[in-house]
């Protein structure tokens, strides 16, 4: 079967760094996506990582092991606008759609 | 910008009915997908069409179909409504290859009574 375990909730104040992990089995795998969701809002694309390593974008970076299926999302200098929920999705094979996890909600406290 | 649009926002149907949900996207992408999202099971996709007149059934398509007559619009249809498919129902588009960065619409709250 294929599967997205990341964790449910995760919680940290202003100013801080916080990691979010995704751990995926899927049968074959191109590559790791992360969204954020607010409250009532849409999905919104924040990265992808379709090699291990570290990619940064601004407060933002999100780390890729393709050897142990694992990859996470960096938060830093937390900001009471990060709360929100985050998904990984896993781009499994050529061709087909990707796999969503059950999503991580983040609460952001002063 | 990427834009994506949905009909409506909130929808309250009857058990039976039939229900037609539209999409729109204005940036000519090729794919288009279905989803629905429920507390605690996070997005699961319908169906998803990689071209017009194309579809694909994904994780739970029993119960509804699709359509797209054109490269823009991608309509889900619950062809009689159910009230376990009372949920939020979200739409999102990407570039053919590039399914790993999808633009979603705003959703639709469907409630069946």
């Known amino acids: 079967g294929q599967s997205l375990e990341q964790p449910s909730e995760v919680t940290a104040v202003e100013g801080a760094i916080v990691q979010i992990n995704c751990t995926y089995q899927t049968s074959g795998f191109y590559g790791l996506s992360w969204y954020q969701q607010h409250d009532g809002g849409a999905p919104t694309f924040l990265s992808y990582?379709?090699?291990?390593g570290l990619e940064e974008t601004g407060r933002f970076s999100s780390f890729l092991s393709r050897s142990d299926s694992y990859g996470y999302l960096l938060l830093q200098e937390l900001q009471m606008k990060d709360s929100a929920s985050y998904f990984c999705?896993?781009?499994?094979?050529?061709?087909?759609?990707?796999?969503f996890g059950k999503g991580t909600t983040l609460s952001v406290s002063s | 910008d990427v834009k994506v649009t949905q009909s409506s926002r909130y929808l309250v149907k009857r058990t039976g009915e039939k229900v037609f949900l539209e999409c729109v996207q204005d940036?000519?992408?090729?794919?288009m997908f279905w989803y629905r999202q429920d507390p605690g099971l996070g997005l699961r996709l319908i169906y998803f069409?990689?071209?017009?007149?194309?579809?694909e059934k994904g994780d739970i398509p029993e119960g509804y179909s699709v359509s797209r007559e054109k490269k823009e619009r991608f309509s889900l249809i619950l062809e009689s409504a159910s009230t376990n498919q009372t949920s939020m129902y979200l739409c999102?588009?990407?570039?053919?290859?590039?399914?790993?960065?999808?633009?979603f619409g705003p959703g639709t709250r469907l409630t069946v009574t």
């Open positions: 940036m000519d992408h090729e794919n």
């Open positions: 990582n379709a090699l291990d």
């Open positions: 069409s990689y071209d017009v007149k194309m579809k």
């Open positions: 999102a588009s990407s570039l053919r290859g590039q399914n790993y960065e999808q633009y």
């Open positions: 999705a896993v781009k499994g094979q050529a061709g087909t759609a990707l796999i």
